[in-house]
C-alpha cells in the first residue's frame, strides 16, 4: 500500500516559474526525503527533512513538513527546463518488525517548458 | 567516487527464462536496497540489506525471486523463472547505515519479459 502519495500526478509550468508538490502520508514517520528522477535514470537524493523540523532550504529548493497533518511540500522557485523530471517523497515509518521500511509514492511528473 | 554500479542496463528475455542483476554499491555502505519500478510508479522496495543480513525481505516474491549478498558488499538479485508481469525496472541503491539515511541509486536495469 502507498505511504506517500503525490500531488499533483503531473504539472506543466513556463520556465522561471515556481512549481509545487505535495506529499502525503499515512503513519507516523522519522524523516521524509524527496528525490528526483529523470527520465530512463536513477533516482537522485534533493533533501532530508526530519519530523522535528518543519522547514528546509537547499538551493532553489524548499521542503515544509507538517506531521500534524501527515503532510510535506517541495517548491522549486525559478524553475528551469532542466528541473523537468518525476519527483517523489519516501518516508521510512515503523513496522510491526520494529524496523523501519522505505516507501515511495508514486510521483509528480514536472515539466518545465523553455 | 564511484556511485552505485548495476549490470546489465538492459535485458530483454523470454518467459519461463531466468535472469540475474548485479550491483556494486558505493564503497563503505552498509545498507543495500533492491527496488522494482513499474512504469509510472515510484520504487517498491523488495529486499534490504544490512551488511550481508537480509533484514526486510517481506515484499520479494519468494517463489521466483532471491537475492544474496555475499561479503556484504556486491548482491545479486536473480529472477527464476521470470514472467511478463516481471518487466520493469530493477533499482539498487545503497546507504552508509541503516534505513532512514540517504540512499544513492545506481542507473537501473530495464527488464523486459517477452
Known amino acids: 500500500s502507498q505511504q506517500g502519495e503525490e500531488d499533483p500526478q503531473a504539472l506543466s509550468i513556463q520556465e522561471g516559474e515556481n512549481a509545487t508538490m505535495n506529499c502525503s502520508y499515512k503513519?507516523?514517520?522519522?524523516?521524509l526525503q524527496w528525490y528526483r528522477q529523470n527520465s530512463g535514470r536513477g533516482l537522485v537524493h534533493l533533501i532530508l527533512?526530519?519530523?522535528?523540523?518543519r522547514e528546509k532550504h537547499s538551493g532553489r529548493l524548499r521542503v515544509t513538513l507538517d506531521t500534524s497533518k501527515k503532510s510535506s511540500s517541495l517548491l522549486i522557485t525559478a524553475s528551469r527546463a532542466a528541473d523537468t523530471a518525476s519527483y517523489f517523497c519516501?518516508?521510512?515509518?515503523?513496522?510491526?518488525?520494529?524496523?523501519?521500511?522505505?516507501?515511495f509514492g508514486a510521483g509528480t511528473r514536472l515539466f518545465v517548458k523553455a | 567516487e564511484a556511485g552505485v554500479v548495476q549490470s546489465p542496463r538492459y535485458k530483454i528475455i523470454e518467459k519461463k527464462q531466468p535472469v540475474a542483476f548485479w550491483c556494486n554499491p558505493i564503497?563503505?555502505?552498509?545498507?543495500l536496497y533492491w527496488y522494482r519500478q513499474n512504469l509510472g510508479q515510484g520504487p517498491e522496495l523488495l529486499i534490504r540489506?544490512?551488511?550481508?543480513?537480509?533484514?526486510?525481505d517481506s515484499q520479494l516474491p519468494k517463489d521466483r525471486f532471491s537475492a544474496e549478498r555475499l561479503k556484504g558488499v556486491d548482491s545479486t538479485l536473480k529472477i527464476q523463472p521470470a514472467e511478463l508481469g516481471d518487466s520493469a525496472v530493477y533499482l539498487c541503491?545503497?546507504?552508509?547505515?541503516?534505513?532512514?539515511?540517504?540512499?544513492?541509486f545506481g542507473p537501473g536495469t530495464r527488464l523486459l519479459v517477452l
Open positions: 541503491a545503497s546507504s552508509l547505515r541503516q534505513a532512514q539515511e540517504t540512499q544513492y
Open positions: 519516501a518516508t521510512d515509518p515503523l513496522i510491526n518488525t520494529g524496523g523501519f521500511k522505505t516507501i
Open positions: 527533512i526530519r519530523s522535528n523540523e
Open positions: 540489506y544490512e551488511n550481508e543480513e537480509a533484514v526486510d
Open positions: 564503497s563503505g555502505h552498509n545498507t
Open positions: 503513519t507516523s514517520i522519522n524523516n
